[in-house]
């Protein structure tokens, strides 16, 4: 059964650093993706990540998927005061054709400190 | 175009009531998956349902339960409220036919067992 697993879980930065969140997962996961959640607000999708060595980028996010070692990442870069919130991952399982079960990390609160 | 709507948004029951959620997906998406979300068990996986059936189960008791309608909206179920089934309680819809299908995400609907 496919478990993921995030860390930190908790994560206070000062705007214009660089830092890491890490996604690990047990078993083969057809896909990846980063999901961001506002403080009493819904999940916005921010990355798909379909194959080993896939790269996404969105303005100071970053993405990627190490299918073999069994790790996404996803990297901030310079945060601002506006990337606070929590960011969860998620492997998925197709069934039927399409990815429609999602296994989440436990999430990763981002503070952007001043 | 118009994004998922759940409604209540808000919901307050008692033990041993049940309740009725509903969830209207993106036009033109036929897949909508349930899903509920606690402080202490983070975001776990009810139900999907494709063309009016359940394409795929989660593990939770029979308590809860789901339909779809052949307007792709969808209502979920829970009967004999307990105190731990407070939670949000979000849907999300896709296409459901495509391997690279991303999930959107509805506001949810807060449920509060008393």
């Known amino acids: 059964e496919l478990k993921v697993e995030q860390n930190p879980l908790f994560l206070s930065m000062q705007e214009g650093k660089n830092y890491t969140i890490y996604c690990n997962y047990s078993?083969?996961?057809?896909?990846l993706y980063w999901y961001r959640q506002d403080p009493g607000k819904s999940l916005e999708s921010l990355f798909v990540l379909l194959s080993n060595g896939a790269v996404k980028q969105e303005g100071r996010l970053m993405a990627s998927l190490d299918t073999k070692a069994r790790l996404s990442t996803l990297h901030i870069t310079a945060a601002v005061h506006d990337l606070s919130a929590t960011y969860f991952c998620?492997?998925?399982?197709?069934?039927?054709?399409?990815?429609?079960?999602?296994?989440f990390g436990t999430g990763t609160l981002l503070a952007v400190q001043p | 175009k118009a994004g998922v709507t759940q409604t209540p948004r808000y919901l307050i029951k008692t033990r041993g009531q049940q309740v009725t959620l509903s969830c209207s997906p993106i036009s033109g998406h036929r897949s909508v998956s349930w899903y509920q979300q606690t402080p202490g068990q983070g975001l776990q996986f009810l139900f999907e349902?494709?063309?009016?059936?359940?394409?795929n189960k989660g593990n939770f008791p029979g308590r809860f339960s789901g339909r779809q309608f052949s307007n792709s909206r969808s209502e979920m179920n829970v009967s004999t409220l307990e105190l731990g089934d407070s939670a949000l309680y979000l849907c999300?819809?896709?296409?459901?036919?495509?391997?690279?299908?991303?999930?959107?995400f509805g506001p949810g609907t807060r449920l509060t067992v008393l």
């Open positions: 349902y494709f063309s009016e059936t359940q394409r």
């Open positions: 999300a819809s896709s296409l459901g036919t495509h391997n690279t299908d991303t999930q959107y």
């Open positions: 998620a492997g998925a399982k197709i069934y039927g054709g399409a990815t429609n079960k999602l296994i």
């Open positions: 078993t083969t996961s057809d896909r």
